[in-house]
C-alpha cells in the first residue's frame, strides 16, 4: 500500500522561511507527478504547486509564485517545498499527492491525484 507523509509544518513568524517533506512508503515516487495542496478551515483544498515526474515541469499558483518552490529528490524518494517570505495568509494544512496515472505534466487539479497524505500544518503569525 503506498502512502505519503508529510513534515515540516509549524509555527513561523511572517517572513520566515519553511520547508516541507513530502515522503513515500510502500511505492517509489520518482515516476509520479506531485502536487501540493493547502486548505483552511471552510475554504476549499487550493492548488499550491506541482511537479511533473520528470520534475523538468512546475507550476505555482498565482499567490505563491516567486516565493515557494517545489523541488524533488530521486534518491530520497521525497518531495520538497521550500516556502520563503511567508505571510500570514499561508497560514493552512499542506498536503502532498501523488498521482498514480500516466502522463507527463505538472497537474494542478486535486482530481488529477490518485492518493494524498495526512497533511502537516503551517502557521504564520507574530
Known amino acids: 500500500q503506498v502512502q505519503l507523509a508529510e513534515s515540516g509544518g509549524g509555527p513561523v513568524q511572517p517572513g520566515d522561511s519553511v520547508r516541507l517533506s513530502c515522503a513515500a512508503s510502500?511505492?517509489?515516487?520518482?515516476?509520479?507527478?506531485v502536487g501540493w495542496f493547502r486548505q483552511t478551515p471552510g475554504k476549499e483544498r487550493e492548488f499550491v504547486a506541482a511537479?511533473?515526474?520528470?520534475?523538468?515541469?512546475?507550476e505555482y499558483s498565482g499567490s505563491v509564485l516567486g516565493r515557494f518552490t517545489i523541488s524533488r529528490d530521486n534518491a530520497r524518494n521525497a518531495v520538497f517545498l521550500q516556502m520563503n517570505s511567508l505571510k500570514s495568509e499561508d497560514t493552512a494544512l499542506y498536503y502532498c499527492?501523488?498521482?498514480?496515472?500516466?502522463?507527463?505534466?505538472?497537474?494542478?487539479?486535486?482530481?488529477?491525484?490518485?492518493?494524498w497524505g495526512q497533511g502537516t500544518q503551517v502557521t504564520v503569525s507574530s
Open positions: 499527492a501523488g498521482r498514480l496515472r500516466t502522463g507527463f505534466e505538472a497537474y494542478t487539479g486535486s482530481s488529477d491525484y490518485d492518493y
Open positions: 510502500g511505492r517509489s515516487l520518482n515516476s509520479q507527478a
Open positions: 511537479i511533473s515526474r520528470s520534475g523538468g515541469k512546475r
